[in-house]
């Protein structure tokens, strides 16, 4: 079984931030946060990934609790590509280490 | 950097056929790739783990003679559906790790639709 809860859907405006929560109350030490998403009828795509400092790249900003319990994706200005389906998972940063997809979080971005 | 292929995007085969299906990695060398299934308006599935030069790890449920894995070069897996049936129709999507250099992400495939008739 998937090792996070999201909702199972949310809406955001476009041009507004659009911020999707996660739980994982129980990661493992060395076990980092992964976000991917999935536009529909594509493959995953790498979003970000953070072991307990907050992390920003150029699609987004990952912020982690200090008790690792839960994080957020922050998506600073939704557009209306950015509506698709947000997977938030624990993993090893391990080569070998399989995935395991919950349902993740279908985000509607609303024009 | 980091792309993975895969071929065909879409087939359509007959009841009974066996389809096989390509994952490229094409500027680097996967040594783990993993294939998953995903059926419509639910999460992708694990089918397997595949590793270069050795056999594949399926997960529980999934019928090693019927989804057919070859991992034979750093660069190439391919999935071969065996005796297709309406039930296999599906999005098979692969996946393969970049390594220690880009943390262990794994970067997936856009994805094969199967459709059987």
């Known amino acids: 079984d998937a090792k996070t809860t999201q909702p199972t859907s949310m809406d955001c405006a476009e041009g507004r931030a659009a911020n999707l929560p996660c739980n994982h109350s129980t990661i493992s030490g060395n076990e980092y946060v992964y976000w991917y998403r999935q536009i529909h009828s594509q493959g995953p795509q790498y979003i970000i990934h953070?072991?307990?400092n907050n992390e920003t790249n150029e699609m987004a900003s990952l912020i982690i609790t200090e008790d690792r319990k839960s994080s957020t994706l922050i998506l600073p200005h939704a557009t209306l590509r950015d509506t698709a389906v947000y997977y938030c998972?624990?993993?090893?940063?391990?080569?070998?280490?399989?995935?395991?997809f919950g349902k993740g979080t279908r985000l509607h971005i609303l024009p | 950097g980091a792309v993975v292929s895969q071929h065909p995007s879409w087939v359509i085969c007959k009841s009974g056929t066996s389809v096989k299906i390509e994952c490229r990695s094409l500027?680097?060398?996967?040594?783990?790739m993993f294939w998953y299934r995903q059926f419509p308006k639910q999460s992708l599935m694990l089918m397997a783990t595949?590793?270069?030069?050795?056999?594949?790890?399926?997960e529980q449920g999934v019928e090693k003679d019927k989804f057919l894995i070859n991992h034979a070069s750093l660069t190439l897996s391919t999935l071969t559906v065996t005796s297709a049936h309406p039930e296999d129709s599906s999005f098979y999507i692969c996946?393969?790790?970049?390594?220690?250099?880009?943390?262990?992400?794994?970067?997936f495939g856009p994805g094969t639709r199967l459709t059987v008739l």
């Open positions: 996946s393969a790790t970049a390594g220690t250099r880009l943390y262990n992400e794994q970067f």
């Open positions: 595949s590793n270069e030069g050795s056999k594949a790890t399926y």
């Open positions: 500027d680097f060398q996967a040594t783990t």
């Open positions: 953070g072991l307990k």
């Open positions: 998972i624990v993993r090893v940063a391990n080569r070998d280490d399989k995935i395991i």
